[in-house]
């Protein structure tokens, strides 16, 4: 079966400009994760979504940071005012389930901020 | 705080040259201890996943274990196609990710 897509794989935008990020997960997962990656780190975890409920929104770095899942499927991820430090590649993961689940990863997106 | 440690950062081995990655972890109620395997420029690849002490798991040359403290992937008889970051994570009893910062694997002919 398909796993999780990302649209772009790369993107460049210059300071100051709004970028928007996309996830597929793979089809009857439940729950969906962003994570940023930057150039030799690990992995930083942004938000998450379950089902109907409520995101834990307790990674995003700033305010110009948002997401949102439609229709249990598809997520957005939308940096507002982009700066230079938010270049890093945008991993998104999805499992069946949130907790213990095996998360499966997406290609990521790779943002660079001129 | 969970916390993720992993050892080494780098490891550079021979073809053939088996070694040993180290996971160490500091987590209120271990519900499960993953491992990833990450190529350049692509998404992490899920390898294995441990949920209690003593579990063994094996994938051709790969095999993970875990303790309470620690998990370790040994690489046996490693090829250049071995060659990967490998990150290791845990998740705990609020079912909260935690990676670790990686160990890059590079084997040489």
């Known amino acids: 079966g398909a796993g999780v897509s990302q649209s772009p794989s790369n993107k460049v935008t210059e300071k100051g400009k709004d970028v928007e990020l996309r996830c597929d997960p793979i089809s009857g997962h439940t729950a969906l994760y962003w994570y940023r990656q930057s150039l030799g780190q690990g992995l930083e975890f942004l938000i998450y979504?379950?089902?109907?409920?409520?995101?834990?929104k307790s990674g995003l770095p700033s305010d110009r940071f948002s997401a949102e899942r439609t229709g249990g499927s598809v997520s957005t991820l939308t940096i507002q005012r982009t700066q230079q430090e938010d270049s890093a590649v945008y991993l998104c993961a999805s499992s069946l389930n949130r907790g213990w689940d095996t998360q499966y990863f997406g290609p990521g997106t790779r943002l660079t901020v001129l | 705080e969970d916390q993720v440690t992993q050892s080494p950062e780098a490891l550079r081995l021979q073809e053939g040259e088996s070694s040993s990655l180290n996971c160490s972890y500091t987590?209120?109620?271990?519900?499960?201890l993953f491992w990833y395997r990450q190529d350049p420029g692509k998404g992490p690849e899920f390898l294995f996943t441990l949920y209690s002490a003593g579990e063994e798991k094996e994938k051709e040359r790969l095999k993970a274990t875990l303790t309470k403290k620690e998990s370790f992937l040994h690489i046996t008889a490693p090829k250049p196609e071995d060659s990967a970051t490998y990150l290791c994570a845990v998740t705990d009893s609020w079912g909260k990710f935690q990676f670790g910062a990686g160990t890059q694997v590079v084997v040489t002919p």
């Open positions: 979504f379950q089902g109907n409920s409520a995101p834990d």
């Open positions: 987590v209120s109620g271990l519900r499960g």
